[in-house]
C-alpha cells in the first residue's frame, strides 16, 4: 500500500536539530555508529586512487588530489547540508582545472578555487541553491558526457604511454602517431586494471558476493601494483614529493577577463555538480525505509555554504577543487553509513594514508591511475541519460551541449546548451498544429502544441468553418492554454451552442475536460467545488460504469487548490478542541447519499455511521461484528450526542436483496449481514402494523414500502441498546427516522405513527425538530 505524503509539513519536521540522529543529543558523549566506521573504510578505499588519478589527469601535483579529499570530507561532512553525500576532487572538475593550470599555472589555479569557494558562500548566502536546479537535465549531462569524453581521449594516451595534449582535437589527431609508438609496459598495466574494473562486479555466485567487500577500483590499483613490481616493468609510479615542498595559493596573475570566467566555470560546475549528487542521494535514500526514517533530507544551501567553505580551505591549502561526488556518495550509502560521521571519518583516513603511507602509494604506476580516471570518463557518458532526453525529445539539447564542451570548453558549452534549450522550448510554445475533420457527421478539430495567442488567428478559421447546427470535439494535445486562447474558444463555443450545436472539449487521453468551477450552468456548482461527477463525464464513461482513472486525485487536487484554503482554519480549531458533533446520524453506504450534502453540515457537525442497508444489529446478535454498537456507544457515552437518526433512501440494493432472496443456499458475507434486516421484512408483512407513507401517499412498491418500514425497524432496534435506553429515559436524547428519495432530491422526515413528512426544497427557521419517534 502507497504511504500517504503529507501536502503540510509534519509535526516530525519541528522536531528539535539535536534530536536528529546524525547531531548527537547535547549532553551526550559523541559517539560513532558501526554502520559509519566500515562506511568510511568501503570509501575510503575508493577515494584515495581516484583523488591520486584525478590529480594526475588535470596535470596538478598528486598531492593536490589528497587535500582535496581531506578537506571536502571533513569540512563538507560537518558543515554540508547533505549528511551522507561525499565530497572530494571530482572527475566532472578534471577539464575545467587541467584548462586552469595550463593556462594560469597551478598557485593561481589555487586562487580561483578559493574565489570560487567565496561566490560558492555567497550564493548558500542568498538561498539560491533550487533556482540552480532549474537548468534542463538535458544540459547537464550534456556537460558531464562532454567531459567524459575529454578525460577518456585525455587518458588514453597515458594509457597507452604517451603524453596528452591540450584539447580533444590535438588528442585525436595525435591518436594515430601514438598508437604506432605503443609503451607495451605502460599498456599491459593499463588492461590489467581495465579488465579487473569491468570483470569485478560481475564475478557470479557466492564467491562473487564475498569478493566485491572489496571496491573494484581498489583491487584494479592494487593488482596492477603487484604486477608492476613483481615483475620490475619499466613503467612510471606515482612521485609525492615532501609535503613541505608542497605548493599553496598565490595571488591571482592573469588577465581580470579570463580571471572571472574561470571563476564562474568553477562554480557552476561545482555547484550544479553538488546539488545534483545531495538529490540523487536523497532519491537512494528514500528508497530505503528504514534509512529514510533517520536521515533527513537534504538542505541545499546549506550544502552550498559546506562545498563553498571545503574550497576555500582546499584552494588555500593547495588542494584541488571540492565538489560532491556520484560514486563515493552511492557506496557510502550503499555501505551502509547513517549519519555524517561516514563522510567525516573517510576524510581522517585520507589524511593519515596522506601521511603515513606515503611509501605504499609511490609503488602505484600513473598507467593503472590513467586507466581507472579513463573509465570513470566513458561512465559519464550514460546510455540512460541519453535515452531519457531523446524520449522527453531534447536530445539536441543533450548533442550541443557535449559538443560545445568537447570543441570549445565547458563554459561555452554550457552557454550553448541552455540557449538551445530556450530556443527549443520557445519553438515548441510557438509550434501549434490545427487540423479539422469530418468522421460520421462529427467536426473533430484538433489542436497539437500550446494554445497561446500566436495560435488564435488559425484556431478561429478552423472553427468558423463548422456548421452551426454540427456537433464539435475539440481535442486539445497541450498542456498550456492562454487567456486570449481561452476567450476565443469560450466564445465560439457558446455561441455554436446557442446556434443548436453541441460542442465536447478533451484532452490528449479523449476524457472530456471540465468546464471551470465558475461555470454557470455547472449542475454541481451549487454544493460542491469540484467537478469529478456522473453529471461532467463523457456519455460513453457513463454508459461503461466506469469512472475516469485519475478521478480521485484529481478531487484531491482541487480539493486542497480550492477548499482547503477555506476550511483549513475550522478543521485547525476542530483538530485543537476535538470533535463535539450534536447528532450521530446512521445511513446506508449507498454512494448516491451524500449526508453533507442533504443535510447541510460540514466538519464536526455529524458522527456518521455508513453500512450495507443502514441497519441496527440487536445488541448480542453482531456475531462479532459490534463496529455499529461500539459506534453507537462511543457516540451516546463519549461524544454526548443529542440526537440519533437512521437514515433510508430510495432503490435501496439491500432492501432488493432481502425481498429477491430466497432463504437458504450458503451464507455469504453478505447474506450473514443482512439477517439484521429481517425483522424489517416481517415488520412489513405483519398485518396489525400501519404501511408508512409519503407525504399523504403510499409507497411506490414494495421496494419502497420495504425502505421505509426498515428505518421504523432499525429505531426500534437503538432503543434496544443500553446506553440509548438509558439517555432516552433521562429525557436526554432524541432519535429521527428520515428517508431520501434519489430520484426527487427530496428528504422526508418520519412522525409519530409512521408516516413520513415532505420537507420543502428550503428549510426555514421556524420548521421544529421532530419529537423521539414512538412507534
Request: glycine share 10%; with cysteine; hydrophobic share 45%.
Amino acid at each position: 500500500m502507497s504511504a500517504c505524503v503529507p501536502t503540510r509539513t509534519t509535526d516530525s519536521a519541528h522536531t528539535p536539530r539535536a534530536n536528529k540522529p546524525h547531531a548527537p543529543p547535547p549532553g551526550k558523549r559523541f559517539r560513532i555508529a558501526g554502520a559509519d566506521l566500515s562506511a568510511s573504510v568501503a570509501v575510503f578505499l575508493i577515494a584515495l586512487p581516484l583523488s591520486l588519478g584525478i590529480a594526475l589527469a588535470t596535470g596538478a601535483p598528486l598531492q593536490a588530489g589528497l587535500v582535496a579529499a581531506a578537506v571536502g570530507g571533513i569540512l563538507v561532512g560537518l558543515l554540508g547540508g547533505s549528511p551522507l553525500q561525499v565530497s572530494g576532487p571530482a572527475a566532472g572538475l578534471t577539464v575545467v582545472t587541467a584548462d586552469l593550470i595550463q593556462q594560469y599555472g597551478w598557485r593561481t589555479t589555487c586562487a580561483i578555487t578559493v574565489c570560487a569557494g567565496l561566490a560558492q558562500l555567497g550564493l548558500g548566502c542568498l538561498r539560491v541553491a533550487r533556482t540552480a536546479l532549474a537548468v534542463s537535465p538535458a544540459v547537464v549531462h550534456g556537460m558531464l558526457a562532454g567531459i567524459g569524453v575529454t578525460i577518456a581521449v585525455a587518458q588514453l594516451h597515458i594509457v597507452l604511454g604517451g603524453t596528452p595534449q591540450s584539447s580533444v582535437l590535438a588528442n585525436v589527431r595525435a591518436l594515430p602517431a601514438q598508437l604506432a609508438d605503443l609503451h607495451p609496459a605502460a599498456l599491459t598495466i593499463s588492461l590489467l586494471t581495465l579488465a579487473i574494473l569491468l570483470l569485478w562486479p560481475r564475478i557470479p555466485g557466492r564467491v562473487g558476493r564475498v569478493v566485491r567487500v572489496l571496491p573494484a577500483t581498489l583491487v584494479s590499483v592494487a593488482a596492477a601494483t603487484a604486477v608492476a613490481a613483481a615483475t620490475g616493468l619499466g613503467v612510471d609510479k606515482v612521485a609525492l614529493p615532501s609535503w613541505r615542498s608542497h605548493a599553496l595559493a598565490g595571488l591571482p596573475d592573469g588577465p581580470v577577463l579570463g580571471l572571472i570566467a574561470a571563476v564562474l566555470t568553477t562554480t557552476l560546475v561545482c555547484s550544479v555538480q553538488s546539488l545534483l549528487g545531495a538529490v540523487a542521494v536523497d532519491k537512494v535514500v528514500a528508497g530505503q525505509h528504514d534509512l529514510h526514517a533517520r536521515v533527513r533530507r537534504s538542505d541545499l544551501d546549506r550544502e552550498l555554504l559546506g562545498q563553498g567553505t571545503a574550497n576555500i580551505v582546499s584552494g588555500t591549502l593547495g588542494g584541488l577543487p571540492v565538489a560532491g561526488v556520484a560514486v563515493r556518495s552511492m557506496a557510502n550509502v550503499r555501505a551502509g553509513a547513517v549519519s555524517r560521521n561516514s563522510t567525516m571519518l573517510h576524510g581522517v583516513w585520507v589524511v593519515v594514508a596522506a601521511l603515513l603511507l606515503v611509501p605504499v602509494l609511490e609503488l602505484i604506476p600513473l598507467a593503472a591511475l590513467a586507466a581507472l580516471v579513463m573509465s570513470v570518463g566513458i561512465q559519464m557518458v550514460n546510455l540512460h541519460h541519453i535515452r531519457t532526453v531523446t524520449r522527453h525529445r531534447e536530445i539536441l539539447v543533450y548533442a550541443v551541449t557535449t559538443l560545445g564542451v568537447v570543441l570549445f570548453g565547458v563554459l561555452e558549452g554550457v552557454a550553448l546548451g541552455v540557449a538551445v534549450a530556450v530556443a527549443v522550448s520557445l519553438h515548441r510554445l510557438a509550434r501549434t498544429r490545427i487540423t479539422h475533420c469530418e468522421v460520421d457527421g462529427v467536426h473533430h478539430v484538433r489542436v497539437r502544441g500550446q494554445l497561446t495567442f500566436l495560435a488564435v488567428p488559425r484556431l478561429s478559421r478552423a472553427l468558423h468553418l463548422i456548421p452551426h447546427d454540427a456537433d464539435v470535439i475539440v481535442e486539445l494535445d497541450g498542456s498550456f492554454m492562454d487567456h486570449a486562447a481561452y476567450e476565443s474558444l469560450q466564445c465560439w463555443q457558446d455561441a455554436h451552442i446557442a446556434h443548436g450545436g453541441s460542442v465536447e472539449i478533451t484532452g490528449r487521453s479523449g476524457n472530456r475536460i471540465a468546464e471551470p468551477a465558475s461555470s454557470a450552468h455547472s449542475c454541481c456548482r451549487p454544493w460542491t467545488p469540484w467537478r469529478n461527477h456522473h453529471c461532467d463525464r463523457p456519455q460513453e464513461e457513463q454508459r461503461e460504469g466506469r469512472p475516469s482513472n485519475h478521478q480521485l486525485a484529481s478531487g484531491i487536487s482541487a480539493f486542497q487548490r480550492n477548499t482547503a484554503p477555506h476550511v483549513r482554519g475550522e478543521l485547525a480549531r476542530l483538530a485543537r478542541e476535538g470533535q463535539q458533533p450534536a447528532q450521530l446520524f446512521l445511513t446506508c453506504a449507498d454512494s448516491r447519499v451524500v449526508t453533507s450534502m442533504i443535510t447541510s453540515s460540514g466538519p464536526g457537525d455529524l458522527f456518521v455511521v455508513r453500512n450495507v442497508g443502514n441497519l441496527v444489529p440487536l445488541p448480542g446478535a453482531e456475531s462479532g461484528d459490534d463496529s455499529v454498537g461500539a459506534a453507537i456507544e462511543y457516540a451516546v457515552d463519549v461524544l454526548k450526542v443529542r440526537s440519533i437518526t437512521v437514515c433510508g433512501h430510495s432503490g435501496c440494493g439491500a432492501m432488493q436483496a432481502l425481498l429477491a432472496t430466497p432463504p437458504g443456499g450458503p451464507q455469504t458475507p453478505l447474506k450473514r449481514w443482512l439477517r439484521h434486516g429481517l425483522p424489517s421484512l416481517e415488520r412489513m408483512g405483519a398485518q396489525d402494523k400501519a404501511w408508512a407513507r409519503l407525504a399523504g401517499r403510499a409507497p411506490a412498491d414494495a421496494v419502497e414500502q420495504l425502505c421505509l418500514t426498515n428505518v421504523v425497524q432499525q429505531l426500534e432496534h437503538l432503543k434496544a441498546h443500553e446506553s440509548v435506553a438509558r439517555r432516552l429515559a433521562e429525557n436526554d436524547l432524541e432519535l429521527h427516522g428520515m428517508y431520501f428519495h434519489v430520484g426527487e432530491a427530496q428528504a422526508y422526515l418520519l412522525t409519530e405513527g409512521g408516516a413520513a413528512e415532505q420537507l420543502p426544497d428550503e428549510v426555514f427557521d421556524q420548521v421544529a425538530p421532530t419529537a423521539p419517534i414512538k412507534v
